[in-house]
């Protein structure tokens, strides 16, 4: 059974049963209903589909993340798929890459299977590329970010506390004696300029010293900028802005013979399975993750069921502390 078989039944041409099964506008009710009853009738695959059809909905969710293989935007996005699937959606997970024309394709592939509402997991979404892509090919689908802005009327953000996290783990490390920091950052993102900012604004009014390093998001990235940075200094306190760093800094300082916490004090942030399974555990600016995840899933539900959710959301964050710091 075609959609042409459908069509030679109910009268119509092709390209109308088409819009019909795809839910598309200008359509009668009386033709709409007479295709899909027929659809049923020959066992056409419908189920869930024209169910939906019926309510002008795709019951799909979009989840799109710049790399899979990250483990804290796995860890989210799990979240999501459980919290969407207790409510009736499926989920659609792709990962968009770094690049600001396969962020523009995912969006646009995205529109394409017609989901009701999508969530784009990190702060690397916050681009005028994505938020032009959402302007021509999702103008009228809620998008929420996580940890993310986009200025269109149609998008809403659920943000953790960046800034005031490392403003927090800073001031921790200064109350055990630390006195000279180094932060390591990976990725020029929004989220991490605001670790950043908030690394600075406490050294600065503590009167610590700081120096700044940039590298890339892996384990490798956060071994090899540390380092380079024994190289030319001897900071007591390193921050991190993800564990995946701060692991791979551990390693290096091991290497080194440096004593942690004794002679340097190790800070990550997400508090993720890479700070748990470190030895020495290392501590973490926790910024929620799970309650991030599953606000995101209640303010896209509550967008797509035509309410008028928060526009942005700032979750608190709080900092678990391990072995890889001083008490």
Known sequence: MTIYDIAKKAGVAGSTVSRVLNGQPGISEGTRKRILAIARAEGFELSENARALKKRSS???GILVSDIRNQHYTEGAY?????FQKRGYCSIIMNAGVSDESKREAVRMLSSRRVDGAVFIGSSFSSEAVAEAVSTYMPNTPIVMENGELPLGNAYTVAAADKAGMESAVRYLASTGCR????INANDTPSNRLKKEGVVSASSALGLECVFRDTVDSFEGGEEATLALLAESHPDAIIYSMDILAAGGVRALLSKGIDIPGEVSVFGVDNSLYSVISTPSISSVDTSLSAMSAECVRM????????VPERRIELPFSLVIRES???
């Not at 000279?180 to 932060?183: G, H, N, P, Q, V």
Request: charged share 30%; proline share 0%.
């Open 325 to 327: 710091t001083r008490k």
């Open 180 to 183: 000279s920091l180094a932060y």
């Open 59 to 61: 019951m799909l969710i």
């Open 300 to 307: 896209l539900e509550s967008a797509m069921k035509g309410k």
């Open 79 to 83: 979240v999501m798929v459980e919290e």
